[in-house]
């Protein structure tokens, strides 16, 4: 079983719409959780991170987490033709490496 | 300030030569990772080292990989003999310590490495 899984894509939205990316872990022992976004040919950037179950918003970016399900997602509302990119989950555990999810492709369509 | 550096960018060598990747963290970065992307996949964790603590290599694909890191700051990449399979974007990343122990990481720009 992955450690971190994430649909893959692409998910394609229109300009203007919510993009919802989710993303599972198997680590119970996960503490704090980051989504990163990377442009094709570029560095993964920090956009989210979240260590408490529930919502933390930022701007048109809502981190979502639910640690009893293993689950966390990424609302992205008024979606860009620029938010196109994929989006990486990576849990940590406390004192622990970072895993990568293979992220999810994301196509904001004008 | 200063983000995470990598040195060189690109980097195009035969089959068979040693190469060596740098990278120079954020200051004051206690972690620094080694990653591993090849064409259109995810990243690959290569090493972790964290302060003074002996580094997780668990990630090396295979022994003609090692990696060091000098005074707690920068490191080095060494891929001897390589292979085809090596070429990829070698990605670092540094992260502050706290007690939480789980700050986010920061990724620098990159080496591209060809085979040939």
């Known amino acids: 079983q992955k450690e971190v899984e994430q649909n893959s894509g692409p998910l394609s939205v229109p300009e203007g719409a919510i993009a919802s990316l989710n993303c599972t872990y198997s680590d119970r022992g996960s503490q704090s959780f980051f989504w990163y976004r990377q442009y094709s040919g570029k560095s993964p950037e920090l956009i989210m991170s979240?260590?408490?179950?529930g919502d933390k918003e930022d701007g048109r970016f809502t981190a979502q987490l639910n640690k009893a399900s293993q689950y966390v997602s990424l609302l992205i509302r008024d979606s860009q033709p620029s938010d196109s990119a994929t989006y990486l989950c990576?849990?940590?555990?406390?004192?622990?490496?970072?895993?990568f999810g293979p992220g999810t492709r994301l196509s904001v369509l004008p | 300030g200063a983000g995470v550096s990598q040195s060189p960018s690109n980097k195009v060598t035969e089959k068979g030569k040693d190469v060596e990747l740098r990278c120079d963290p954020i200051s004051g970065h206690t972690a620094l990772y080694w990653y591993r992307q090849s064409l259109g996949q995810g990243l690959e964790f290569l090493i972790y080292f964290q302060g003074n603590s002996a580094p997780d290599k668990s990630g090396l694909p295979s022994d003609r990989f090692s990696a060091e890191r000098t005074g707690g700051s920068v490191s080095t990449l060494t891929i001897q003999r390589t292979q085809q399979e090596d070429s990829a974007v070698y990605l670092c990343?540094?992260?502050?310590?706290?007690?939480?122990?789980?700050?986010?990481?920061?990724f620098g720009p990159g080496t591209r490495l060809t085979v040939l």
């Open positions: 990576a849990p940590r555990g406390y004192g622990q490496n970072f895993v």
């Open positions: 979240i260590y408490s179950n």
């Open positions: 990343a540094s992260s502050p310590w706290t007690s939480g122990g789980w700050n986010e990481q920061f």
